[in-house]
């Protein structure tokens, strides 16, 4: 565990990342505009006294943006008039070789963008906290369920780390859709982009994105449906994890003496029922993740009926989805910052139930050479023994068990019970740290497994913070060029 301890030791010390700037449409038209007027002096389209006119022109209009009561539209259609009444007719030209259409498809891969890497981030601190909580608990007993019934006893550090495993690949499907989503529709125009020789790949490389969309069909009629159905994917698929994660919560709520609770100062008590403390945070928690997957539902029924190119395909569902995900795990964040564990209530929940029957038949099996089928006998019928005389486990003694054994042998025709399942090994295998620890298999609970997952779930945490810097920098990088190449307009 130290070289796990060492790594979430550097991950409580990473600076949380710098989040980019919030742009609204409007601002991200006028960064359109203004890729638009360097490319198009570049290639030649409009002479050097024109684009200085346009640079003018947009530069007005952006200082005009600041007022109160400007209408801050992401619309070109919606700002030319202004800018014509700046500038003059020449600005008209700013529009060459575009379109409402890919200009309005390109404005929306450009928040989309942001909102991505903004809910990728917030990811990564649920994450961080997430490890942080494990690692401090990772040896821990506790019971896990199947059905909603207490069926085996794990350790804390394993349960948790099945949640971790589940939010890394969200990550990945984040990471995924933000590589799908910076792909440039610009200078498609309608469809079909137009006689004049649009430099599509500058107006990508301007404004930060991979590469332009490669078909302008695509571009500009199917794509941003694809895409958008990507990002509900992905925020759906956050928001069901998150919600299993706060049910599981929740549940502990319905217990008399729960293990793992929110502090007191978190809670909210009833009006009525003096006693009655809630778990305020975290059924909000729930309900956002409930939000989220309203918002994408919605989207997917929304945009199931619109044609290709529709600008119904480009309702604002994805972008609220991508807002709301970005909140929601914010509050996984600061949920786990404060959880409460109490691990001696958790080994006592595992101790008052049989959960350890499994290995009981395993042990008869390994051990007294009893087939697989009929060890489980043997275990049920040692559970019922208990059960009827409300004794745990670990108060069976083991003179009842032979006499239960000597039973079912005459049932089932089972062998003589071998000296190598003696009381020690009886008593041992009714332990459930002994259940845990003796596990063998790959991924499983045992505490070197345990160990090595939380080694890779931190590794992959700081490959993954690598990574959002990495396209932080580069969205940085784009808009230096951008700001470089436009003053010289």
Not at 465 to 486: C, H, V, Y
């Amino acid at each position: 565990m130290r070289t796990a301890t060492c790594l979430l030791m550097l991950l409580g010390l990473a600076p949380r990342l710098q989040a980019r700037e919030a742009r609204d449409p409007f601002e991200w038209l006028d960064r359109m505009n203004r890729a638009s007027a360097v490319m198009l002096l570049e290639e030649d389209i409009i002479e050097p006294k024109q684009a200085a006119t346009i640079a003018a022109a947009i530069e007005k209009l952006h200082a005009e943006s600041r007022e109160p009561n400007f209408r801050r539209s992401g619309l070109y259609v919606s700002i030319e008039p202004r800018l014509l009444e700046i500038g003059g007719p020449d600005v008209s030209r700013l529009h060459t070789g575009r379109s409402t259409i890919d200009t309005g498809r390109t404005n929306l891969r450009l928040q989309q963008r942001d909102l991505i890497l903004n809910s990728y981030q917030e990811l990564l601190e649920a994450r961080a906290t997430l490890l942080r909580f494990d690692e401090a608990h990772a040896q821990a007993i506790v019971p896990a369920y199947t059905l909603g019934v207490q069926a085996q006893p794990t350790s804390l550090g394993h349960y948790i780390a099945g949640y971790l495993s589940v939010f890394e690949r969200h990550a990945t499907l984040l990471a995924d859709t933000y590589l799908n989503i910076n792909q440039s529709p610009l200078g498609a125009a309608a469809l079909g982009t137009s006689s004049y020789l649009i430099n599509r790949q500058r107006l990508a490389d301007l404004l930060g994105f991979e590469a332009p969309i490669r078909n302008s069909f695509d571009a500009v009629q199917l794509a941003t449906l694809e895409a958008s159905m990507r990002i509900t994917g992905a925020t759906s698929a956050m928001a069901m994890t998150t919600s299993e994660l706060m049910s599981d919560l929740e549940d502990q709520y319905r217990m008399t003496h729960p293990w793992l609770t929110l502090p007191r100062e978190l809670t909210v008590g009833s009006s009525i029922m003096p006693q009655k403390l809630n778990p305020t945070m975290i059924n909000e928690t729930r309900a956002q993740a409930s939000t989220v997957l309203g918002r994408s539902v919605s989207y997917m029924f929304g945009a199931h009926k619109a044609s290709a190119g529709d600008t119904d395909l480009m309702f604002s569902g994805p972008n609220e989805a991508l807002t709301d995900t970005a909140a929601m795990m914010r509050s996984v964040a600061r949920i786990f910052s404060v959880l409460q564990f109490d691990e001696p209530r958790a080994l006592d929940e595992v101790l008052s139930d049989y959960a350890v029957a499994t290995e009981l038949a395993n042990a008869l099996q390994r051990l007294a050479d009893v087939p697989f089928r009929d060890a489980h006998h043997v275990a049920a019928a040692v559970v019922q023994f208990g059960r009827d005389r409300k004794l745990r486990p670990t108060e069976i003694a083991f003179g009842d068990f032979k006499r239960i054994y000597a039973d079912a042998a005459a049932k089932y025709h089972l062998p003589r019970l071998r000296a190598a399942f003696n009381e020690a090994e009886f008593k041992r295998v009714l332990r459930p740290e002994n259940m845990v620890m003796s596990s063998r298999g790959y991924g499983g609970p045992q505490p070197a497994e345990v160990a090595a997952m939380l080694r890779e779930l931190a590794l992959q945490l700081e490959t993954d913070r690598g990574w959002l810097r990495e396209k932080n920098e580069q969205l940085a990088a784009a808009d230096a060029r951008l700001d470089a190449a436009f003053s010289k307009l």
